[in-house]
């Protein structure tokens, strides 16, 4: 792993009226894809969306009906192209006929760790799952043939993440491994060596890390379509690999704790450089922590965010006035963003974090102390908002899903390396250069 931090602005990316982002993943609320959509749009770009697809009761997967295909459509603002690109398999039967959930009916929580699954089987059923997937993305590369533009432009972004298995057991005991303090703590490394961590790793990897390579694959010829016409063709990825802030004046790579998915984040990274071996311009943009719906599970991932503030003062940003105010406005009666950001540094400086920063360890397990730590101080901080539901956090989420939606739009018009780390500090710079 080389550790590659984006320090200098990309030029401004050439994409016009006619060039074409294909959303390679549902858009779900507010989230990292808003930004590059958004700054799409301001370009005059076409942006062409697609689904998950939703599943019947019996399991069955399908498009989207009328009514869903108008909702997702208005929440993108743009034309989906409707057939399911569900990534995963734990709803995939093997030969016996059996789903990886099926060989979880009636398993209770408590007994986790001596439960035992059939690997053979799962590994029928992520085979299905494969093909599956590899057969749409095929289906819907075709009708993008159909749609994009002689001579276009095409960036392709992948947003599918992910991957727990839907099965009722495995919420309460992930939130244990994210959330559990004393007697509900529950240690991520234990809860990883056993079966059911081996089927959460083999599926955040076929969702989160492997549906970049089938996407890449699979639309092949598509590529060869656009280039032959004399377009650009790049491919864009969202990763996680920590993130510098600053940390008592002075940036440092920090990152959250236990992130499990972390391995999948890193399976993607070689993906991409996999492609760009072969001269296929695919690039993942490891980004900072925000706090979205699908993070809510990850509480204490949002610390980090705080920092930003400091970020974009000391990078010039004249965003940062406008980010202040708006913070101030959410703050409860006697609180100070001055005191939030001093309790975030402290955090993020405390010894008790010390063994957590080495970046080639890196995905880093929990300890209790460490899990103790940061929920603590996790409430704290959002305690010190008016209204729980409307924080700081969001304000700042939205500043770096725009800063990264920009950063991410002008670096794929050059691409220039497989994996980029976008922290704090060229987020800021971005936000200042608007």
Known sequence: MNYNPMRNLPADAGYKAGDVLVLCGELFGRGYANGIVEQARRLGMTIIGTTVGRRESDGTLRPLNQDELAAAEELLGAKIINIPLEAGFDMEPAANGLTPLDQLKGAKPDEWSTIRLDLNALEESRAAGTKRLRANLAAVAAELAKRVPAGANML???TMAGGIPRARLFMPLLNRVFKGQGDKYLSSADFWGADLGK???WSFNEVTADSLAYLIDET?????Q????GGKVSYAAYGYHGCEVLVNGAYKWQSYTPYLQGWAKMRLEDHAAAAWAKGIKATVYNCPEIQTNSSALFLGVEISLYPLLEALKKEGAGVAAEVTAACNKLLAEGATLEKMLERANDYLASPVMKPFDAISAWPHHSTNEQM???LTRSAELIAMNANPKEIVCSVLSGAVFRGVG???LDSSWEPQAPVWWLN??????????D
């Not at 092949?220 to 060869?224: G, P, W």
């Not at 656009?226 to 016409?229: E, F, L, M, P, Q």
């Not at 704090?424 to 710079?429: C, E, L, N, T």
């Open 226 to 229: 656009v280039a032959s016409a």
């Open 372 to 374: 103790e730590f940061m």
């Open 156 to 158: 392709l972004v992948h």
């Open 220 to 224: 092949a010829s598509l590529r060869d």
């Open 199 to 201: 089927l959460c790793d």
């Open 406 to 408: 920009k950063l991410m």
């Open 424 to 433: 704090h500090d060229i987020i800021a710079k971005r936000l200042a250069k």
